[in-house]
């Protein structure tokens, strides 16, 4: 019993982090109609700078912003590249994407090297209900399910995120009354680099970063979002936590060795049963 | 009377095809005018010209004060409620501009729905928001892109009936195109005959109402019968 409510808990740590780099795709989706597959990077960037200015001797806190900062930063200039210039197909800037997360290796690796790194979280061990756990756990959620209710307030209560939903909406209106859908495009890669890299600096002290670590996290990342047909936020949270639960389960009882896999699967049935229901397409762009 | 919206040798291309041909139109203060033609002949282009959308090959566009548009099929923002949908109209007048209160004074039917999502909402009802959410960006001119289309006639009534408040008590300058060639010439104080891109006739609504060539093109083939 005590192993189950560890493996939850820890699974739902992991899963936090799927769930911001999938409501990062979703931010992005729903405005652009683009799916960014540079959405792991922003994570890895984020953990690597993070670890670098610990290096450097700053706080946490200070470096943990820092990286989220870089996060954004690296969202931007995405966008900027992806879609920067008026009227490219969302198609050709799914693959603009894929190529700046190659880049984002060169750069990577490059600058911090192709060795593994992390750096200490909130160190201790935790007890909930007999089950004995790593405390960082905690502090994933601990911060997570707030940035979560800020979303939820943004986009739904101020006009900046109603903009923004208003350019998931309907792209043709968002431009009769005035908003420059670029520039929210280019605001939603933003605030996806923040969410990536925010997943990628809460979970490198449980789970150590590499240049290709991205790899995992779009991978899950897009499997949460898919749930939801990559517009739903609240989808793709739940689907985050879901993974991250349903493969910590996996490695607990089964192997440790099948936990992309079980992600794999998951992303396949849901992408075929959507297929078989709404067609190959879910929502073509105007 | 000075011109709202201006237009001079107004020529838009399409990759090549020709869509507007050198179009003169002018919309003074206060004044109403309808735009008719068959489809195809160009008049949501000269729309999407006026609101900024898509540029003129060649030609001016002049616009004295604000333009806000009520585009073809209403465009909603679906999953977004009404109230959102009005404030967002108001997008460009910043923060402190984007009060929806005097809408609902204006269209007072809106004020029931205004929490309900706008995609839920019937054809009448999503046009009355669509024209609340142009009148948010506190236009000099309201440019109608089909008012009528759709909808039923008694809804139509009071649409029309609010137009000609918003027009005699605000001076609210409106472009009106119509598939409806009646309705507008009824409406209207002058009218223009836009054809394969060009402007073909222009005049008083009333005088194109009762020209046979009008009547033949857009009125069903019979002279509006006056007394």
Redesign the interface.
């Known amino acids: 019993m005590s192993d189950l409510i560890g493996y939850l808990l820890t699974g739902l740590g992991i899963g936090a982090g799927f769930a911001l780099v999938g409501s990062g795709l979703v931010a992005i989706y729903r405005v652009t109609r683009v799916v960014n597959f540079a959405q792991g990077g922003f994570a890895v960037l984020a953990a690597m700078l993070t670890s670098s200015l610990l290096g450097a001797g700053l706080p946490h806190g200070v470096a943990e912003l820092g990286g989220v900062a870089l996060g954004a930063l690296a969202g931007l200039i995405v966008g900027v590249v992806a879609i920067g210039r008026p009227g490219t197909s969302p198609g050709t800037s799914l693959i603009v994407t894929l190529g700046m997360g190659v880049l984002a290796y060169a750069i990577e690796v490059l600058i911090w090297g192709d060795q593994p790194r992390s750096y200490p979280g909130v160190t201790g061990v935790a007890e909930v209900a007999g089950a004995r756990f790593p405390a960082h756990y905690l502090l994933i959620l601990a911060v997570t399910a707030p940035v979560f209710l800020l979303m939820a307030w943004f986009f739904t209560r101020t006009d900046l995120g109603k903009a923004l939903s208003a350019c998931a909406s309907n792209r043709y209106a968002a431009q009769v009354v005035g908003i420059d859908i670029r520039r929210m495009g280019l605001l939603a890669f933003a605030i996806g680099g923040a969410l990536g890299g925010l997943a990628g600096v809460l979970t490198t002290p449980v789970q150590q970063v590499t240049f290709d670590s991205d790899v995992t996290l779009i991978v899950n990342g897009f499997a949460a979002a898919v749930l939801g047909g990559l517009t739903r936020p609240v989808v793709a949270l739940a689907g985050g936590l879901l993974l991250g639960v349903t493969q910590t389960l996996a490695a607990g009882y089964g192997g440790g060795a099948y936990q992309v896999e079980v992600a794999l699967v998951l992303m396949l049935t849901v992408m075929i049963v959507q297929a078989a229901r709404t067609g190959p397409v879910p929502e073509t762009a105007r | 009377m000075t011109a709202v919206v201006e237009t001079h040798d107004l020529t838009v291309r399409y990759s090549g095809a020709t869509a507007l041909d050198g179009v003169d139109l002018t919309v003074h203060d206060h004044e109403m005018v309808a735009l008719i033609g068959a489809n195809g002949a160009g008049k949501s282009t000269l729309v999407k010209a006026l ?1 900024g ?1 898509i540029r003129p090959a060649s030609g001016t566009i002049t616009v004295n004060g604000r333009l806000a ?1 009520v ?1 073809e099929g209403r ?6 409620t009404v109230d ?1 949908n009005l ?3 108001g ?2 007048n910043g ?1 402190h501009g ?1 009060d929806t209160t005097a809408i609902y004074d204006l269209l007072p039917e809106l004020t029931t729905v205004r929490h309900r999502k706008a995609g839920a909402l019937s054809g009448g009802q999503q046009q009355m928001v669509a024209i609340g ?1 142009a009148l948010m ?1 506190r236009p000099d001119i309201l440019v109608i892109d089909e008012l009528s289309l759709g909808l039923a006639p008694l809804i139509v009534t009071t649409l029309v009936d609010h137009l000609r408040t918003l027009n005699t008590d605000r001076g609210l300058a409106v472009l009106l195109i119509e598939q409806n060639a009646r309705l507008a010439l009824d409406l209207c104080d002058r009218a223009y005959v836009l054809e394969a891109g060009r402007i073909a006739l222009q005049g008083p609504a009333a005088t194109l109402a009762d020209d046979p060539r009008v009547a033949a093109a857009y009125l069903g083939g019979h002279v509006a019968v006056t007394p």
Do not use: T
């Not at chain 2, 465009?75 to 977004?80: I, K, N, R, S, V």
């Open positions: 609101s959308l548009q585009p465009e909603m923002f679906g999953d977004l959102d404030r967002l109209g997008w460009r923060r984007r959410r960006a």
